[in-house]
């Protein structure tokens, strides 16, 4: 039975500690056919743990209904860690956050404990509770101590308001029912400070400032080391929006060097986190629609087809160093290390979730030491935003030793001083960037061409660093020392004790798989014997695929109401309480009138896309997003007129006030006008705790208070019609008064809608006010541009019927052939464009393994299936054809397609667009 402790250099197994080199994978966007793969490409980047987060919303999709099988086996994932050598810590929730909707509290949760989720609720904790447990009984026995990988569980995510007494209650309950499921291994907690929880490694999130942020965890106390447990070195990118991602290779090897060199232990998060597919959707928080694209961030250092990303390689050199020389920092005295200089060059201002840079830095090279009992490292940090500025600079060693470093494509660079090597032999110093230590082999690498110093049991030597495509291999003491340049280092592979030069990968019988250099592979086996290695060259990429036999299948008998699958409902009514839990679903309306009239509706209780219809015909969009508005304008004709929506829920937050907002049509239709009301004026009221209205509230202390000046209107309100006040972003972060009462939080997020019925309204005069914590002179100005106060002056489906329908792949029974031209589809094509349908195709593939895209332009908006599998969403196209960026190829995996027989190809386009412009391309 292995033992599992922590103190302040880290956590212990069997009382060695173990140097975090850690990224998240999230297994549960990765095919399970992929999942070592992943776990692998993982292993070569140099980790030795993996992150996994683990969602409540997929392992129990309905209260008692578990699902921990197949492609949903957590047992299996974590398993396969395992075997790989590797370490494993648990995101265990509830809460996760990582672009998952409310964070993968599942809907049914929420509503069963009347939103009160993410504190201590007596109807909230026992769900968590019984969801544990059936975690435990699966993947309790994996636990460390029982001889399995897994040696932390990170309880809540991002846990970040100010309330002790809640904190206590809440945190301390989940890590009383964590212990209890089983999860007898150290706890984390990554909430930036927000709360002090005994017994728990406080961890970090972030991407700016992170130098600063480790020495301040390293000055808490010994008992627990210093982690960031969230480092984002990708940007997700959302539909609508131009790729903004600023994170380059080299920033993201700079935010490393400056954990490491801070004396912290990181989880690159994601390092592999793989397509959001099926129909699970997310929302990001501000002022925008921040829908995530189902590439889980294009930057990130691991792509989604498993592929080295765009940070991979340079990456791989920090992560690599720290893999094989942990021990050295795990040594290292004190919490924060000595700095040679530290000023805006070490710490430049930075933007958490773009990367932009608001200062660029001095230039100023910077050097910090890491110094303990297994010998020194010393940190050289250049400027990450001009490379060209860092050619080379001298460092005096603690012996007085002047040794140059060069830097090259890096903005960094190491040093080992009086290191201890598996070979035996003392590494007194090495001016060149250790890459890795396997037996009797050290790599390292530095600009080619350049110079280095490299001494052994207190002899010295000077090296080149080649230039051409062989690195040197020199024996020196018991020491084989392999010195490549910057582009031979990213060909170098460690793995199984062993060290294969010119390998990318290994191939699943172990056989390395040769780089694209192409000039062989080279390995140096434990004992420091080198051969050259027989490998497995890269298969060239098959060509593109063509999808023949189009065929099309209508979706007008949902849109003109005469689809027998409708079934009445009593009013309008969220999507998730009509089982529709993710995704879309359709609402018949059967209105009439006593005579015909153009009515310009809003949904003032709806989200988050609501295509109307009205007698079969397409009148526009509701909601958030491209093409979409807050009205529409709809025909009704004399007597009865049917409307028809389909409403897709696209996710809910994935932080903040976004967790609790309904999707689909909550509420009536309502034609509206500007109520007559003041003009907004500032009045005085007593300060109010935001904690006192809602719990929790991310980013908000106890202590925090409403300023005692509100933005007010008033009006007289006489009628029984609701009263709609639209809050825009701008606001910021509010508590609404209603007549002297608080009601409602508003976060500032995104321009919120609350409607105010008979039951908060008094007969007569009433007050609307926004109390503010900040400047409410600037609120002021802002809600003047921003809020609006309207009357719901008539329900226009306020008598109306109401049925629903599920959203569902129609049988292929119902497919009709369709000829698609390759410029111009056929006319009855054409005459799909405006109106929902179905398209179904077939293709061929030669191999399964390649990343296999499809791009989908000449499309609007819709979801993707490929033999079955739900590929996820996509958004190329307004209904009127203007572009939505940034995402047109979208990934099929190897593991859904089938080289045997034509693979079947489904895609729902909203707005029935002609597909005779999407291809298959591999990439």
């Known amino acids: 039975m292995a033992s599992v402790s922590v103190d302040g250099r880290g956590i212990l197994v069997n ?122 009984e699966k993947i309790g026995s994996l636990c460390a101590p029982k001889g399995g990988p897994i040696i932390g569980v990170q309880i809540e995510h991002h846990w970040m308001c100010g309330d002790d007494e809640e904190a206590d209650a809440y945190l301390g309950e989940l890590r009383r029912v964590a212990r209890e499921s089983g999860f007898n291994v150290p706890m984390i907690s990554a909430n930036n400070l927000f709360t002090d929880q005994d017994s728990m490694i406080e961890a970090w999130s972030g991407y700016a400032g992170l130098h600063a942020a480790v020495r301040q965890l390293g000055m808490l106390g010994a008992d627990t080391p210093a982690l960031v447990a969230h480092l984002p070195l990708g940007c997700p990118d959302v539909w609508g929006s131009e790729r903004v991602s600023q994170k380059t290779a080299a920033h993201a090897v700079r935010r490393l060097i400056e954990v490491a060199s801070a004396g912290g232990q990181f989880n690159i998060s994601p390092v592999g986190g793989g397509t959001h597919t099926a129909l699970a959707g997310r929302r990001f928080a501000g002022s925008a629609p921040g829908y995530p694209t189902t590439d889980h961030a294009s930057s990130q250092t691991i792509s989604q087809s498993g592929a080295p990303g765009e940070t991979y390689h340079a990456v791989r050199r920090v992560c690599h160093f720290l893999r094989s020389f942990g021990r050295v920092l795990a040594s290292a005295e004190g919490a924060s290390g000595a700095c040679v200089s530290v000023d805006d060059a070490i710490a430049p201002i930075t933007d958490e979730a773009s990367g932009a840079r608001a200062s660029s830095g001095s230039g ?127 060909s170098v592979l460690v793995r199984n004790g062993r060290v294969y030069i010119g390998a990318d990968s290994l191939g699943e019988a172990g056989t390395p798989v040769e780089s694209k250099r192409g000039a062989g592979v080279v390995c140096i086996d434990s004992e420091g014997s080198c051969d050259d290695c ?62 015909a009239a153009k009515k310009t509706v809003m949904a003032a209780e709806g989200g988050d896309r609501i295509h109307v219809y009205a007698g079969g015909s397409f009148a526009g969009t509701l909601g958030d997003g491209a093409g979409a508005g807050q009205t529409v304008q709809v025909p009704l004709k004399k007597g009865e007129t049917v409307l028809a929506a389909l409403a ?16 689909g049509l909550c509420g009536d239709l309502f034609e509206t006008k500007l109520l007559k009301a003041t003009s907004p004026k500032l009045t005085h009221g007593a300060p109010i705790s935001p904690l006192d209205v809602d719990m929790p509230i991310m980013g908000i202390d106890r202590s925090d208070t409403t300023v005692p000046e509100r933005v007010t209107w008033t009006f007289t309100h006489r009628k029984q019609t609701p009263v709609i006040v639209d809050v825009g972003d701008a606001v910021g972060l509010c508590v609404v008064v209603v007549n002297d009462e608080p009601i409602a939080v508003l976060g500032g997020e995104r321009t919120e809608r609350l409607l105010l019925d008979k039951g908060t309204l008094k007969r007569g005069a009433n007050t609307v006010q926004l109390a503010v914590l900040t400047d409410a002179q600037s609120a002021l100005q802002s809600a003047k541009k921003s809020v609006r106060i309207l009357e719901g002056v008539n329900a226009v489906t306020g008598k109306a019927a109401w049925s629903f329908a599920a959203w569902e792949m129609p049988d292929e029974s119902v497919y009709e052939a369709l000829t698609l031209g390759a410029k111009q589809p056929s006319a009855a094509a054409r005459a799909q464009n405006g109106t929902a349908c ?22 609007s908006r819709g979801v993707i299936y490929v033999n079955g599998w739900c590929a996820g969403r996509y958004w190329v196209a307004t209904h009127d054809g203007k572009r939505v960026p940034p995402q047109a190829r979208y990934y099929l995996p190897g593991a859904w397609l089938d080289a045997d027989r034509p693979n079947e190809l489904v895609i729902f386009d909203e707005h029935g667009f002609a597909p005779n412009k999407i291809q298959l391309v591999y990439e």
């Open 648 to 663: 897709d829920d696209m996710g809910r937050g994935v932080w903040g006030r976004e967790l609790r907002r309904d999707k």
């Open 534 to 595: 027989e490998s497995v060259a890269k298969p060239p990429k098959p060509k593109s695929a063509t999808i023949q036999g189009w065929s099309l299948a209508s979706a007008k008998s949902y849109i003109d109401g005469s689809n027998p699958r409708f079934a009445t409902i009593d009013g309008a009514t969220a999507l998730h309480r009509l089982g529709a839990h993710e995704g879309y679903g359709w609402y018949r309306v059967r209105v009439k009138q006593t005579s």
């Open 364 to 490: 100023q090279i910077v050097a910090v030491e890491r110094r303990g009992a297994a010998g020194s490292v010393v940190f050289v940090l250049g400027d990450d935003t001009r490379l060209a500025k860092n050619k080379a600079t001298r460092i005096v060693m603690s012996d007085g030793t002047a040794l140059t470093v060069s830097f090259g494509k890096m903005p960094c660079a190491w040093i080992l001083q009086n290191v201890r090597l598996e070979s035996g032999d003392m590494l007194d110093y090495c001016s060149l960037s250790a890459f890795a230590q396997s037996g009797r082999t050290l790599v390292c690498f530095g600009p080619g061409g350049t110079h280095g110093m490299i001494s052994l049991n207190g002899t010295s030597a000077e090296v080149v660093v080649p230039k051409g495509r062989d690195p040197m291999i020199e024996q020196i003491d018991n020491t084989n020392v392999v010195v490549c340049n910057e582009d031979q280092i990213d």
């Open 838 to 859: 179905w398209w179904r195709g077939l293709f061929d593939v030669t191999r399964t393994g390649p990343a296999l895209h499809l791009d989908m332009s000449g499309m």
């Open 15 to 136: 009382e060695r500690h173990v140097w975090l080199v850690s990224g998240t994978v999230d297994y549960s966007r990765i095919p399970r056919a992929h999942w070592r793969s992943r776990i692998s490409r993982a292993l070569d980047l140099g980790l030795n743990c993996i992150e996994v987060p683990v969602v409540w919303s997929m392992h129990e999709p309905r209260e008692g209904v578990f699902d921990m099988e197949g492609e949903h086996d957590l047992g299996a994932f974590v398993s396969e860690v395992g075997a790989m050598g590797m370490h494993c810590v648990l995101r265990l929730g509830p809460f996760i956050g990582d672009e998952w909707s409310m964070g993968g509290i599942p809907v049914w949760a929420a509503d069963a404990c009347g939103w009160r989720v993410r504190r201590a609720d007596s109807a909230f904790l026992p769900l968590v509770t019984g969801y544990w447990r059936r975690v435990g």
